[in-house]
């Protein structure tokens, strides 16, 4: 199963950085997994927080997180 290297600079004052590594079939179900594991306290709880986290996250000009397929 293919893992995912994830990170995330959280709007907080400590520990701003979130990074981890999971095991997961997909890049979407990893992101889902992250999200709900470590970024869902900056977003709503729900699927409308997981779309605003994946805006901030891909987002071109200022984009607050990586993601690195490996196996």
Known sequence: MPR???AFIAPADTKPLRH???ESADQ???LKTFFD???SDFYSNDEQGYFYFKEDFFDSSNGVGSVVAFE
Do not use: V
């Open 4 to 6: 995912f290297a994830i």
């Open 37 to 39: 594991e470590e970024a």
């Open 28 to 30: 979407e179900s990893a």
């Open 20 to 22: 981890r590594i999971i």
